[in-house]
């Protein structure tokens, strides 16, 4: 079974808690609200960053699997214990006395907590080729790809001069690396850059990146704009992170500026500076896999679970 997918309507429902976000962040918290007994609504457009690759890996018991198959199994979870989930993309939200998301279909939804877990979007750099074969032989992260690809002819595109310690780091899982400057110059490198590069067993090779060679449907190559072709088999990229913070933004909640996008200010459990706002996975930071994803989403279902019970039971004792 897969979790029922709820009519879209144009009455305002009201819930203790919406999730926004359907990826392992949003359905964590989800799974831990609706064990709570709380009533809860996730909202997923049905986009999660992984969809490119076709397995996941590094988490514990579920190293393998198939993102979408992750995803199907959280679905089936939530719903054995009340939770809705509706697909549909949250297009704006107010807050008064709580929360009100209205949906693209037409529907608001209102509730007293609100999690964003929308994720990020990767941008990978305008090279021919690319995007084509991005989560196949185009990587980026070695721990989620490297054992997989492990002893072949590492490519790496740098996009800027940090793209150095991504060369660094691939060489642990291959000693066949070429670091492409591509658009930086030679002397954005620093010395220590270099005597590592060299220590690593890194070449290093200037000029722009033109595009790939493919043959029978497997990359063979990296080709640079005079022509030249360096035989490789894997090429690791740097993919520029936008984060989706819209909704967080909309709600006034404080952003930081990092190296990887701008984020927002939260606490250890994931609460922004605007009260009974929550972020969780990618939409609160850059380097959140799916097992780190999951370990936020759930350390902020219990957080929200005790907040609105302290809530109530001071407003019990009021009167």
């Not at 279909?105 to 750099?125: I, N, S």
């Not at 991504?166 to 642990?172: I, N, R």
């Amino acid at each position: 079974m897969v979790a029922e997918v709820v009519t879209v309507t144009e009455k305002t429902e009201d819930f203790e808690v919406i999730v926004v976000g359907g990826g392992a962040a949003g359905l964590s918290a989800a799974l831990v609200l609706g064990r709570a007994r709380r009533r809860t609504l996730v909202v997923d457009a049905g986009e999660p960053r992984n969809a490119p690759a076709a397995h996941m890996q590094g988490y514990l018991s579920r190293d393998g699997m198939s993102p979408a198959e992750f995803l199907a199994v959280g679905r089936e979870e939530i719903e054995r214990y009340g939770v809705e989930l509706v697909r549909d993309r949250a297009v704006d939200v107010t807050r008064d006395e709580g929360f009100a998301v209205r949906l693209a279909g037409g529907r608001t939804v209102r509730a007293r907590q609100l999690v964003v877990a929308t994720g990020l979007k990767d941008e990978l750099p305008p090279v021919p080729g690319l995007a084509e074969r991005f989560g196949r032989d185009v990587l980026h992260c070695p721990y989620c790809h490297g054992w997989e690809v492990r002893d072949q002819a590492f490519g790496v595109l740098a996009s800027t001069a940090t793209s150095v310690h991504q060369a660094l780091m691939v060489s642990q899982w291959s000693k066949d690396v070429t670091l492409f400057l591509h658009t930086v110059a030679e002397a954005e490198l620093t010395g220590e850059d270099l005597r590592r590069l060299a220590a690593a067993g890194v070449r290093v090779v200037p000029g722009e990146v033109a595009g790939l060679t493919v043959e029978d449907d497997r990359l063979t190559g990296v080709r640079l704009r005079g022509g030249r072709v360096y035989e490789r088999e894997v090429v690791f990229v740097a993919p520029r992170a936008v984060p989706r913070t819209d909704l967080l933004a909309r709600l006034g909640a404080e952003m930081s500026e990092t190296p990887f996008g701008t984020y927002p200010v939260v606490d250890g459990r994931g609460l922004t500076t605007v009260p009974g706002l929550w972020a969780a996975g990618n939409a609160s930071g850059f380097a959140e896999q799916v097992v780190n994803a999951a370990s936020r989403g759930y350390r902020a279902g219990a957080a929200i679970n005790g907040e609105l019970l302290m809530a109530d039971l001071d407003a019990t004792a009021v009167r």
